[in-house]
């Protein structure tokens, strides 16, 4: 039973008994999809876009809480001044600052830094500032990327670690990037989620879905990891500025979780027989 495990050993448990392969990531149809039913599922950050910040404008967001030239962070991005070349740039540097992270918690850190430079890929900065803040913060990696899910919606938690002090897991939305722009609101949370008046900055962007994350995490592993088991849910961002944590408090947590349960768990409208179910 779960109760008499601690939380690494329930994590390990839920591996070993291959519970987060219930779902699969199908790369050509860019989607999660179930292992049972080979049903794609809708992708939460997509999902919740739509949903609670549709009107969401970054410009907007700048026009109305610019940030003075004087304090603006530079990308760190060379080259590639059309906004689409920077984008994927960007999202390349991410992609790499991802996979590093994914060896740390296979590895070690050392292991990682051995792998990638069998490969000439030295270790990205942005990692070795977050391993330096997760050890500040007594935080030891245990995975990545972990699935999460239910018959309708699939998705994936970026980094789950140990709290070393509280002896609890600590489940992790990371970001890469956007030193000027991730507390830069354009409106309200739309949606299901106007009644709690949040703003629809990124940064409550990723708490909320990192709320999802949550919700759909206790229930999909319930059979190894127990509520109790679960400590704080954080925001990390990292950029050229720095690495900067932000927990999601209580107050926030109780606001955004009974909405998201009712929306994650809802059952769905019935869909007319002429229309495919996919």
């Known amino acids: 039973m ?53 009107s969401y404008d970054y410009r907007q967001a700048e026009r109305l809480h610019p940030t003075a030239s004087s304090v603006r962070v530079k990308t760190g991005i060379r080259g590639g001044k059309r906004p689409r070349t920077a984008a994927n740039r960007g999202q390349r540097r991410a992609k790499l600052v991802h996979e590093q992270l994914a060896k740390v918690a296979e590895l070690g850190y050392a292991g990682m830094r051995r792998y990638f430079n069998n490969r000439r890929k030295p270790v990205h900065k942005f990692v070795r500032s977050l391993c330096n803040e997760f050890e500040r913060q007594h935080w030891k990696l245990l995975a990545s990327e972990v699935p999460v899910f239910n018959d309708r919606f699939g998705s994936a938690i970026d980094l789950i670690v140990l709290n070393e002090n509280t002896r609890r897991l600590v489940l992790l939305e990371l970001k890469v ?70 927990p999601m408090d209580y107050k926030k947590r109780t606001a955004l979780t009974a909405p998201m349960v009712d929306f994650l768990y809802a059952e769905p409208e019935t869909e007319p027989e002429t229309e495919s179910s996919e």
């Open 2 to 54: 779960s109760d008499h495990r601690t939380p690494v050993q329930a994590l390990n448990a839920a591996y070993e008994e291959r519970a987060h392969s219930a779902i699969y990531f199908n790369p050509a149809q860019k989607c999660w999809v179930s292992a049972d039913t080979r049903r794609r599922l809708k992708g939460i950050r997509t999902t919740l876009t739509n949903e609670c910040w549709p």
């Open 177 to 246: 990037g956007g030193d000027n722009y991730h507390r830069k609101c354009s409106g309200r949370l739309e949606g299901f989620l106007a009644p709690t008046d949040y703003d629809n900055s990124p940064l409550m962007q990723a708490h909320v879905q990192l709320c999802a994350y949550r919700v759909l995490f206790e229930r999909c592993y319930s059979k190894y990891i127990t509520p109790n088991m679960i400590g704080a849910c954080c925001v990390v961002f990292v950029g050229e500025s720095g690495v900067a944590v932000y």
